[in-house]
């Protein structure tokens, strides 16, 4: 082990000389810094498998360490340590490029041995060219979880798995359909609570007459037709895994008892008297912007705060295009494994703007499946949204022009880029040269926002913007028809109602 070095960089000497002893007994070649220069000229020096940095130092911080050491040597693996109150920022130090974080004071001195062997395996494999497969692969293939290949995405089921065993509160976010409960599911399979219990419950779809009693169980006599004691979610998820989606769904009241079982361990049956205790680890996920809600006085600041010790934000699905012809074929194999996609289908799916996320991706695919009477899906199979979209083939506009005969109107590409084109202009076009415009409009906004957000530029909006033009889109997509748009949106009726309404939409 000879050919294994480490760093430790931290202000307390004993710290420094802890560790020394401990990997050198090890085999391995240890060095230490206690300031920020001594640090830097170890890094410049050196050439480490692992490196070992405190959060908090006096003449700098472990983030800016971190980015130093990852942009010298990006095969080191770093493990952040850390105190309990600054967990928030190790895990953004993991979204850096941390292997691992540590939490002071140290207690169980095999587990921290364990860490760092995996660390320093980890790192020897990266710097020899033989990294073995993703640390989480085989807990994603158990749950389904196809992953995908977009490094935005990969990241981000690395630090998920890292924080699973953690036993702390996870906040998801991430707009309608891109795979929230999934997420969820993993963390929970990745966990010390695997063999326990994990209850999802939509927040948004329970009735607000009966949230309390769903999430607390009632005593027999509570209320009118109470007749027999019931265990509510929180006593049936006990020692498991709780995932409260639509978060931002549940009533004011039901925001002060979450934040009361998550503060003490305990709650009350509706009806009750005696305190129960439980212990459930709590996963939360929402589509909407609780920091917007909070200023709104529609979500309690002090459960928000609860809720989000570690926030994962899922990207959607029009950022990671790569990854959609995985997913379209896991899709397939589902349904029927005999049947394969055609290129030109396959290129139709990556080129389209995916309001709906990887959830209307899979009806896609549902219905190509039926409609295919062969062994492969073509552009025909697909939803006539997709195949208007192919107007962007090549990243031009073709003219386009009616179909009323002698009296055809012709749009030239240029023209269409300008900003006066007329209402009365375009109603000369026929419905379908109009639909393949609006198609083609969209799936060209999903590359820019793409491209845009790659650069760091202007167009990371809110997730309130998101989801208004998430759910605006979807309804025009099936003509204002609730109940399909609801259900390609996964939210109930009664949901979708009240965002209409809180957005404004109308169908005029």
Not at 14 to 20: A, K, L
Request: glycine share 8%; charged share 25%.
């Amino acid at each position: 082990m000879s050919q294994i070095k480490v760093l430790i960089i931290d202000d307390e000497a004993d710290v420094c000389t802890f560790f020394r002893r401990l990997l050198t007994r090890k085999g391995y070649d240890v060095v230490t810094a206690s300031k920020e220069p001594e640090a830097m000229r170890a890094i410049e020096e050196h050439r480490f498998t692992v490196a070992m940095v405190d959060l908090k130092l006096p003449d700098t911080d472990g983030l800016t360490l971190l980015q130093a050491i990852k942009a010298r040597q990006p095969a080191c693996e770093v493990i952040i340590m850390t105190g309990y109150s600054t967990i928030k920022t190790a895990v953004a130090a993991m979204q850096l490029g941390a292997y691992e974080y540590l939490e002071k004071p140290f207690d169980d001195i095999d587990e921290i041995e364990a860490l760092i062997e995996k660390a320093a395996s980890h790192g020897f494999n990266l710097q020899q060219g033989s990294a073995a497969a993703e640390e989480w692969a085989e807990v994603a293939r158990a749950v389904g979880f196809q992953v995908g290949a977009s490094l935005g995405m990969r990241r981000l089921v690395s630090v998920a798995h890292k924080i699973a065993g953690k036993n702390v509160t996870v906040l998801i976010q991430g707009s309608t359909g891109t795979g929230k409960e999934v997420l969820a599911r993993f963390i929970h399979s990745a966990s010390g609570r695997a063999d326990q219990a994990f209850i999802p419950v939509n927040c948004g779809a329970l009735p607000e007459n009966l949230q309390e009693s769903e999430l607390f169980g009632h005593e027999k006599g509570a209320f009118t037709g109470a007749a027999q004691p019931r265990r509510g979610i929180f006593e049936l998820a006990n020692r498991g895994t709780l995932f409260l989606d639509e978060i931002g769904d549940a009533s004011p009241q039901i925001q002060v008892k979450l934040l009361r079982v998550l503060e003490t361990g305990e709650f009350m049956r509706v009806g009750g008297e005696k305190p129960i205790k439980t212990d459930v680890r709590v996963i939360a996920a929402t589509n909407v912007d609780l920091e917007q809600a909070i200023r709104e006085k529609t979500f309690r600041e002090d459960l928000y705060y609860r809720l989000n010790v570690v926030r994962l934000e899922i990207p959607p699905l029009r950022s990671r295009s790569e990854d959609i012809p995985q997913l379209a074929e896991h899709f397939v194999r589902q349904l029927n494994a005999a049947l394969r996609i055609s290129p030109p289908a396959l290129r139709l799916l990556q080129g389209y703007g995916w309001p709906g996320n990887i959830r209307q991706l899979a009806n896609v695919i549902r219905r190509a499946v039926v409609m295919c009477s062969g062994d492969t899906i073509l552009p025909e199979h697909l939803e006539s949204t997709l195949l208007n979209s192919a107007a962007l083939a090549g990243d031009t506009f073709s003219p386009v022009s009616s179909q009323a005969g002698e009296g055809a109107v012709s749009l030239s590409p240029e023209r269409l880029w300008r900003t006066d084109v007329s209402v009365e202009e375009l109603r000369k076009l026929g419905a379908d040269e109009l639909k393949r415009m609006l198609d083609s409009l969209r799936a060209l906004e999903g590359r820019l926002i793409t491209a845009m957000g790659e650069g760091g530029g202007a167009a990371r909006r809110c997730l309130n913007d998101t989801e208004e033009e998430t759910i605006r889109q979807a309804l025009e997509q099936y003509r204002w028809n609730i109940t399909e748009t609801a259900k390609v949106l996964g939210i109930g009726r009664n949901t979708l109602y009240r965002k209409i309404k809180q957005y404004g939409l109308g169908s005029s």
